[in-house]
């Protein structure tokens, strides 16, 4: 009955590859995130999709790049991973305007070696 | 400038006395303010919000905070903590014309015997 569910929750992985990380809310909201936190555990919003539409694109190199099937799912691709990368990496969904606050999914903790 | 300010990265308190954690907001912040709870290894919980009305929020766990606008000040307080409230907590306001989430940097609050 998970709201907010993101998968995998660990993820280690050589650099040079690529890999995807998957997101599904099921509140019925209508924006969904992706926030990285760091090893000094500061949050930072990286995307922000609207009934699919993207609406907020930080500065993220572009090997990152998020897609939104439907506004119940956005995923986070990334490409040519690099040892910066290492971060958990956390998905969330607010109804639009996220003034009522935001759910958060319980992270996906990325390693690069 | 940073939007949102924890002043106290850690903050180590014994258990059953009482606890503040501050937070300060700056003026790009609106006044849809949060606070939510991190417990070790696991996603970001929603502690409590001030949207509008009453300053005094009440939220889980026992916890609640004040509002002031004079003082952009939007600390949180618990009268007695307990051990299990060992966790980082983070401050966070809606910025970019109330478009994201910005988050403070965090305090861990330490609960010892």
């Known amino acids: 009955d998970t709201a907010v569910s993101q998968t995998p929750k660990y993820l280690v992985t050589q650099m040079g590859n690529d890999k995807s990380i998957k997101c599904e809310q099921n509140l019925g909201h209508d924006t969904m995130y992706w926030y990285k936190q760091d090893s000094k555990k500061f949050l930072k919003i990286m995307f922000s999709?609207?009934?699919?539409?993207?609406?907020i694109n930080e500065t993220v190199p572009n090997r990152f790049s998020p897609k939104s099937p439907d506004k119940a799912h956005l995923n986070l691709h990334i490409n040519s991973l690099e040892l910066g990368d290492s971060a958990v990496y956390f998905c969330?969904?607010?109804?639009?305007?996220?003034?009522?606050?935001?759910?958060f999914g319980s992270g996906t903790r990325l390693t690069v070696v | 400038a940073q939007s949102v300010t924890q002043l106290d990265s850690q903050v180590p308190v014994f258990e059953e006395a009482p606890v503040e954690l501050r937070c300060n907001y700056s003026?790009?912040?609106?006044?849809?303010l949060f606070w939510y709870v991190q417990y070790p290894n696991q996603g970001l919980q929603l502690l409590l919000k001030y949207l509008s009305g009453s300053t005094l929020v009440k939220g889980i766990n026992g916890f609640e905070a004040e509002f002031n606008k004079s003082q952009t000040s939007f600390h949180l307080r618990k009268p007695s903590v307990h051990i299990s409230d060992t966790a980082e907590y983070f401050c966070a306001g809606l910025t970019g014309g109330g478009n994201k989430l910005t988050f403070g940097t965090g305090t861990q609050l330490k609960v010892e015997l």
């Open positions: 003026s790009s912040v609106s006044v849809y």
């Open positions: 999709y609207n009934n699919k539409e993207l609406i």
């Open positions: 969330a969904s607010s109804r639009t305007g996220g003034n009522y606050g935001y759910t």
